[in-house]
């Protein structure tokens, strides 16, 4: 819908991934599209005012909402927020120094016998409520990587995402079930032509992020082809963390930005390729449950 508000966008994009969440369903959302697009303001919208609030605190708001309705389920509800930053992983809730001795490097992905994708080293903080919960992601907003460019004076220069972790047990029953998931919420930094820039760290940063955009192009279109064997998920950072979000066990939509406008007629049409595109993506979503090892220990 034309001029759609940031409610009508979350209702009809990401509502019904959100509310699957508590019941034990992976889900992601995030946002694609070239630089200046209004991807940030859709997935954070404006700080100042409630109304324009986007993807992510309204995430954060049903979520907990979705809980208090589970009276006979316990949750444990944990956040972290990354950004990678020139193909470096950094922790947004870390105060550690960008130019410590150890950078973004201590971070790594890896995948466990069940090919599930874990970040190494990044924090996890527990939150207890809706107001921790965004705290947390104001405070990363804080740490992001911005700087001004001909397209957007705050551009992201970066790509961040916000997850928020679940489990949830049973109150009444003596069970040793957990049901778990994660909910991803990306703001992917922008899509620019080099030759649009005259700032040789600008130029650099570009680079990086078009060549992570090729190569979760790349991934994408391996994922829809069914004669292909391989799926380069380790190409680039970006790609690994989204292995279960292409193709994978999660509930995905992609919310894609572009500016209507002639001038940008190229980037626009390279926007909507890249979405229909993601949209022959076939995921396989299933609920999320494992054994734990106290409560077993117990029954055994």
Same mark, same amino acid.
């Given at each position: 819908?034309?001029?759609?508000?940031?409610?009508?966008?979350?209702?009809?994009?990401?509502?019904?991934?959100?509310?699957?969440?508590?019941?034990?369903?992976?889900?992601?959302?995030?946002?694609?599209? &070239?630089?200046?697009?209004?991807? !940030?303001?859709?997935?954070?919208?404006?700080?100042?005012?409630?109304?324009?609030?986007?993807?992510?605190?309204?995430?954060?708001? &049903?979520?907990?909402?979705?809980?208090?309705?589970?009276?006979?389920?316990?949750?444990?509800?944990?956040?972290?927020?990354?950004?990678?930053?020139?193909?470096?992983?950094?922790?947004? %809730?870390?105060? =550690?120094?960008?130019?410590s001795p150890f950078g973004g490097s201590q971070i790594s992905i890896q995948?466990?016998?069940?090919? =599930?994708?874990?970040?190494?080293?990044? +924090?996890?903080?527990?939150?207890?409520?809706?107001?921790?919960?965004?705290? %947390?992601?104001?405070?990363?907003?804080?740490?992001? !990587?911005?700087?001004?460019?001909?397209?957007?004076?705050?551009?992201?220069?970066?790509?961040?995402?916000?997850?928020?972790?679940?489990?949830?047990?049973?109150?009444?029953? &003596?069970?040793?079930?957990?049901?778990?998931?994660? %909910?991803?919420?990306?703001?992917?930094?922008?899509?620019?032509?080099?030759?649009?820039?005259?700032?040789?760290a600008r130029m650099k940063e570009a680079n990086y992020i078009n060549k992570?955009?090729?190569?979760?192009? +790349?991934?994408?279109?391996?994922?829809?082809?069914?004669?292909?064997?391989?799926?380069?998920?380790?190409?680039?950072?970006?790609?690994?963390?989204?292995?279960?979000?292409?193709?994978?066990?999660?509930?995905?939509?992609?919310?894609?930005?572009?500016?209507?406008?002639?001038?940008? %007629?190229?980037?626009?049409?390279?926007?909507?390729?890249?979405?229909t595109r993601m949209m022959k993506v076939q995921n396989e979503p299933i609920?999320?449950?494992? +054994?734990?090892?106290?409560?077993?220990?117990?029954?055994?």
């Amino acid at each position: 819908m034309h001029n759609s508000s940031q409610e009508d966008v979350f209702d009809f994009c990401a509502l019904e991934i959100v509310q699957q969440v508590a019941n034990g369903y992976n889900g992601t959302v995030m946002c694609y599209g &070239q630089t200046g697009a209004g991807k !940030t303001f859709t997935m954070n919208g404006s700080t100042p005012n409630y109304k324009y609030r986007g993807v992510i605190p309204r995430a954060v708001n &049903q979520v907990f909402q979705e809980i208090g309705s589970h009276y006979d389920h316990d949750f444990v509800i944990k956040v972290s927020y990354l950004e990678i930053y020139n193909e470096q992983i950094y922790d947004l %809730l870390s105060d =550690e120094a960008r130019d410590s001795p150890f950078g973004g490097s201590q971070i790594s992905i890896q995948d466990d016998a069940k090919s =599930e994708v874990h970040v190494k080293g990044l +924090q996890l903080q527990h939150v207890r409520n809706e107001e921790e919960a965004l705290n %947390l992601l104001f405070e990363g907003e804080t740490r992001k !990587t911005l700087a001004s460019t001909k397209m957007n004076e705050h551009s992201s220069r970066a790509h961040s995402v916000y997850t928020l972790h679940v489990e949830r047990k049973s109150r009444g029953e &003596q069970t040793e079930k957990v049901i778990h998931s994660k %909910l991803h919420l990306v703001d992917l930094a922008g899509s620019e032509r080099t030759k649009k820039l005259d700032h040789a760290a600008r130029m650099k940063e570009a680079n990086y992020i078009n060549k992570s955009l090729s190569f979760l192009e +790349q991934v994408v279109v391996a994922a829809c082809d069914n004669k292909q064997d391989h799926v380069p998920y380790r190409q680039s950072k970006l790609t690994n963390l989204l292995k279960n979000s292409i193709g994978g066990n999660c509930r995905t939509v992609m919310i894609a930005n572009i500016w209507p406008e002639e001038t940008y %007629l190229e980037e626009t049409i390279s926007t909507l390729k890249f979405a229909t595109r993601m949209m022959k993506v076939q995921n396989e979503p299933i609920v999320n449950e494992l +054994q734990d090892p106290t409560l077993l220990l117990k029954k055994y």
